[in-house]
């Protein structure tokens, strides 16, 4: 038993191997694509991730700063007094 195929069969396959073989290629292409804009986002989620920790790192004492700061008011308070009783100013 002899399995021929028609010329024109012959030629559908080819067609389609040919199509099949520029369609991997293309999906090859676009995963490879996506491949590098995930690197890229990663990498800009680690820098984000950088500059988030020193943030966290610069706003640890926070407290401390804004205690400091409400005493300077007091500070500045008592020297205004001081100098209206001493009539500087």
Sequence with gaps: MSLAL???EVTFWQVMLIIGAVVIVAVIIL???????????EVGV???????????????????ALAVVASL????GELRRH???????
């Design 6 to 8: 028609a010329n024109e």
């Design 31 to 41: 995963l490879s694509l996506l491949l590098s804009l995930v690197r890229s986002i």
């Design 46 to 64: 680690r820098r984000v991730q950088d500059v988030a920790q020193g943030v966290a790192g610069n706003t640890a004492n926070i407290k401390v």
């Design 73 to 76: 008011e007091e500070v500045i």
């Design 83 to 89: 100098a209206r009783l001493l009539g500087v100013g």
